[in-house]
């Protein structure tokens, strides 16, 4: 198996992962810019443009698209996260042709027709209801936008109902103008294709982009704080969080394998003590997310309102006794299921396609398995108890509730059980 990155003139990389064992291939386009790239008044726009991505081009119908991409038995998706926006296709080795002529036209002649717009538009604000109407989702958003208060990263991908309706044609065109250029964009594949082909492919298909970088996103600071939406529902919602490590971080494995010992799955600490022993909630777990310039440290539970106040106490309590008594047999178990999820990763056509691609964009480098292997092997129980202390004692929580909770403990109490300050940053 063998990997190759090329770079154009326009600043454009792409980057293969041939597989020749494979009788098809995963391809995409993937964008350095997400929900956090946009102006105030373009919240939501990210996600709106993924849509409209395949409503037609000057050349393809939207029915065009489905059409010929499915009579060869392909597919094509698209999804919007906080810094990246992804089109993507899965296809036969000898319909990459197609797929990416396919990828190309959405991405450089989509015509953002009003007629589509407003429809568009439309199941959007249907999917904002669903959201608004999902509490383990309202959660969520009540949490990002609680941590990062009145920033592009604390915002919801989706928008809002005044800012999506307000979204022209005129507004779409710009942000791709601004956003969609050489040097902000990776073509990854993965599976049966040659990279010398998918290059003269791509050359072609991709021969038009800008060659000036777009603009960098608004930095991100993290606060904390605290929100409680109350509501007449049989089951609470929390979230509690820390600032976690960036993706450039030495302590981001570390992250993981931490959010992996204490609630990572059936064996962590969390799901043991609260699930297993207590009964206290169905549901809880453990994650760290990372971005660019910041991350989150979190865990979220869901749970009757009857059993709301005896949770909390136990939740912080696991949290604080992990950087005192963290050990080797919960460190090797962490450390074999990160290390099967990355190697796993190399299996997945899709998959690697999408590390391949979130590589470049972040660390501006593919990066080998190995080098993977290696730093999650290094990491050590000294790691884990130093940045436990660290996230947990030395900065602001960040507690976010949907549901009754009107007995829960706040901020100052979590902080003082914790047994240290609550510095933001």
Aim: charged share 25%; proline share 4%; with cysteine.
């Amino acid at each position: 198996m063998t990997v190759r990155e090329t770079s154009l003139e326009s600043g454009l990389r792409v980057v293969t992962h041939q597989m020749d064992h494979l009788e098809s291939a995963a391809l995409g386009v993937w964008v350095g810019a997400g929900s956090r790239s946009e102006h105030e008044n373009e919240h939501g726009l990210s996600h709106l443009l993924e849509h409209m991505a395949f409503k037609g081009t000057h050349s393809r119908s939207a029915t065009d698209i489905a059409e010929e991409i499915e009579a060869v038995g392909g597919e094509v998706n698209a999804a919007t996260s906080v810094e990246t926006t992804s089109y993507y296709a899965r296809v036969l080795k000898d319909d990459v042709p197609l797929a990416l002529d396919i990828l190309s036209d959405i991405l450089s002649n989509s015509v953002f027709d009003p007629a589509e717009l407003a429809r568009e538009q439309h199941v959007i604000l249907q999917e904002i209801g669903a959201a608004m109407d999902t509490p383990e989702e309202r959660v969520y958003d009540n949490f990002a936008e609680t941590a990062f208060p009145g920033q592009p990263i604390g915002r919801t991908i989706l928008g809002t109902a005044e800012t999506v309706k307000a979204a022209g044609s005129p507004m779409l065109g710009e942000y791709l103008d601004r956003h969609y250029r050489g040097p902000g964009m990776v073509v990854a594949a993965a599976g049966s294709i040659g990279h010398d082909k998918l290059i003269d492919l791509a050359a072609e298909a991709f021969g038009n982009l800008a060659r000036e970088a777009g603009p960098a996103p608004v930095g991100a600071t993290y606060q904390g704080g605290e929100s409680r939406e109350q509501r007449d529902l049989m089951e609470t919602q929390i979230m509690l969080g820390f600032e976690g490590m960036r993706y450039g971080s030495d302590d981001f494995y570390t992250a993981q394998i931490l959010a992996a010992i204490i609630g990572g799955g059936m064996s962590s600490r969390l799901f043991q003590e609260v699930r297993e022993k207590r009964g206290l909630c169905y549901s809880i777990y453990a994650f760290h997310w990372s971005f660019a310039d910041t991350g989150v440290f979190g865990i979220h539970a869901a749970t009757g309102p009857e059993d709301v106040d005896e949770l909390m106490p136990v939740m912080i309590d696991e949290l604080a006794r992990v950087a005192e008594d963290v050990n080797e047999k919960e460190l090797k178990r962490a450390r074999a299921q990160l290390r099967a999820g990355l190697l796993m990763t190399l299996e997945s056509p899709a998959a690697r396609a999408g590390q391949l691609a979130r590589q470049l964009l972040l660390f501006g480098r593919v990066i080998p398995p190995e080098e993977l292997v290696q730093r999650v092997e290094a990491i050590s129980v000294a790691d884990l108890r130093d940045l436990a202390s660290r996230i947990f004692r030395g900065r602001a929580p960040t507690l976010a509730t949907v549901g009754p909770a009107n007995g829960m403990m706040g901020l100052d109490a979590i902080s003082a059980r914790l047994g240290g300050g609550a510095k933001s940053g």
